[in-house]
């Protein structure tokens, strides 16, 4: 099980951010500033909560091995947070969620652009009462343009943002095609990018005491991290499905072995020379079509087949042991189960179990930040809807018990 920290010892600790967000971008930003110490309160609505809460099979199963109400895919992104269930479309509602942001350094929503508005929860409402609040807008297009007001999922954003033009079989072979990828990419790296802004907002605002307005857009995102791609294209250089091999390196891609598969991940010359001397074909290393990258990028049509005929002979284990001692970089293609048995990932800690209110100890997947003095925080796992509801009002806002009961009675809490 994880150690638990003392409260004052994260980075982030004396930062508290109200969390408006739901499904994957926005919670992986406030879930990464409370494993960073941050007090993270999530505000959701009373009954069904984060629409991830729903999103199973699998659910969270309790003590008694019953299936909860809680999805496995929302624990991915919600742990290290307080969860307040208010119906912030009826007035009473408004108004707490305000006094919740007046006490915050940080507010994060992916709501449509103008959704909050209606509420008086939007940036400008908020600046007016708490200047110094860091406000964090995530949605699929942008605050501005064109497209603005259109809603953005992930899967749409890697279509139009040409991440699955590059993704999947080359033209020409069995089963080619465009091809996303097999986990929600855009959103985690939007939800990556918005902590990294919010973080430069808070050091801002250290100079200038003022909060600001990050407005943070899917699409923006997936243009930006097309990366090398995306510069290929700039360049003259018209990027196209691959599979699994590499526009710009060879050989960078899988091989079939006597057993299965294999990944060689060769980045330089001399790597390329190690891996032929292990080989047995040390004259690859010499043949002026292959000694350089650029060589066995113009001439991959010739060389492949020649690696795939050779990497056959050895099993996958024994490829990674050879290549291993002689730094040529290889590794299996694991599935995911593999994953966690992986010894080097059992080292690292990447999975975690931590107690859960219903359900007893439970894994999660840890946060892959290491920092030497003030190390990531593992104090509560993904609360159950409204699991703070109560305490929350009450120590934050002052609200006395029979304010949060009349307001359970009129369904304005949970």
């Known amino acids: 099980m994880a150690a638990a920290q003392s409260p004052a010892s994260g980075a ?6 109200l969390d408006l967000s739901r499904v994957l971008a926005g919670p992986w930003a406030s879930q990464t500033l409370g494993d960073l110490g941050a007090d993270v309160i999530k505000v959701e609505r009373p009954g069904t909560g984060d629409d991830t809460r729903l999103w199973g099979p ?5 003590r008694a091995g019953r299936d909860t109400r809680d999805a496995a895919y929302y624990l991915c992104a919600n742990r290290n947070k307080k969860s307040v269930a208010i119906d912030f479309t009826k007035p009473a509602g408004q108004q707490l969620v305000r006094d919740l942001a007046k006490t915050c350094d940080v507010l994060v929503e992916n709501f449509k652009v103008g959704g909050l508005k ?5 940036y400008e409402s908020l600046k007016a009462i708490h200047p110094r609040l860091v406000y964090c807008s995530i949605t699929g297009f ?5 497209y603005a007001h259109r809603a953005g999922y992930d899967f749409l954003m890697q279509g139009m943002g040409g991440l699955m033009s590059i993704t999947g079989r080359p033209d020409g072979e069995e089963g080619a095609g465009p091809m996303k990828v097999g986990v929600a990419l855009t959103d985690i790296l939007t939800g990556l990018y918005a902590s990294t802004a919010i973080l430069a907002a808070l050091q801002a605002r250290q100079h200038t005491g003022a909060g600001q307005w990050i407005d943070l857009a899917l699409l923006d995102v997936q243009v930006a991290c097309l990366a090398n791609q995306s510069m290929n294209h700039l360049y003259g250089q018209a990027p196209r499905r691959m599979g699994n091999a590499h526009p710009n390196t060879v050989p960078y891609q899988d091989f079939p072995t006597a057993d299965g598969y294999m990944i060689l991940a060769i980045g330089n010359d001399g790597q390329f020379a190690a891996f032929c001397r292990a080989a047995g074909k040390p004259e690859w290393a010499q043949d002026e079509r292959f000694k350089a990258n650029t060589g066995r990028v113009q001439h991959r049509a010739t060389l492949i087949p020649l690696l795939r005929q050779v990497t056959v002979l050895r099993s996958t284990k024994e490829w990674i042991a050879l290549l291993e001692r002689v730094g040529v970089p290889c590794g299996p293609i694991n599935t995911i189960a593999d994953v966690f048995d992986d010894p080097q ?8 179990t931590m107690p859960h209110a219903v359900a007893g100890d439970i894994p ?5 930040i290491r920092l030497s003095a003030t190390p ?3 104090r509560a796992a993904p609360p159950v809807l409204g699991q703070d509801t109560q305490q929350v009002l009450r120590e934050t806002l002052g609200l006395p018990d029979d304010s949060i009961r009349s307001m359970i009675e009129q369904g304005v809490l949970q």
């Open 12 to 17: 982030l600790s004396g930062i508290r951010v």
């Open 58 to 62: 699998p659910y969270l199963k309790d």
């Open 118 to 122: 209606q509420y008086g929860l939007d």
């Open 142 to 146: 942008g605050q501005d343009g064109p």
């Open 345 to 352: 990932v059992r080292h690292r800690g990447d999975r975690i």
């Open 364 to 368: 999660l997947v840890a946060s892959p």
């Open 376 to 378: 990531v925080q593992y």
